[in-house]
């Protein structure tokens, strides 16, 4: 298994996760196996999109 670049960006993702769920109204917790893949990827696609448009305010 490869080492983590920086160990402590895991609680910051998870909590930018946890956020941006909630903010979409998708209830996740721990176990998401009752959750559709629809989803799950609109919070993986929302995630995506808010660090696309925050590395471009910083260019």
Do not use: W
């Not at 909590?15 to 989803?39: I, P, R």
């Not at 696609?45 to 696309?52: D, R, S, T, Y």
């Amino acid at each position: 298994m490869a080492q983590k670049l920086i160990p402590e960006a895991k609680q910051g993702l998870n909590k930018f996760k946890m956020e941006t769920a909630h903010e979409l109204g998708v209830n996740f917790t721990d176990y998401n196996g009752n959750l559709t893949s629809k989803q799950c990827g609109s919070v993986g696609g929302e995630m995506v999109k808010k660090m696309v448009e925050q590395y471009e305010r910083n260019l």
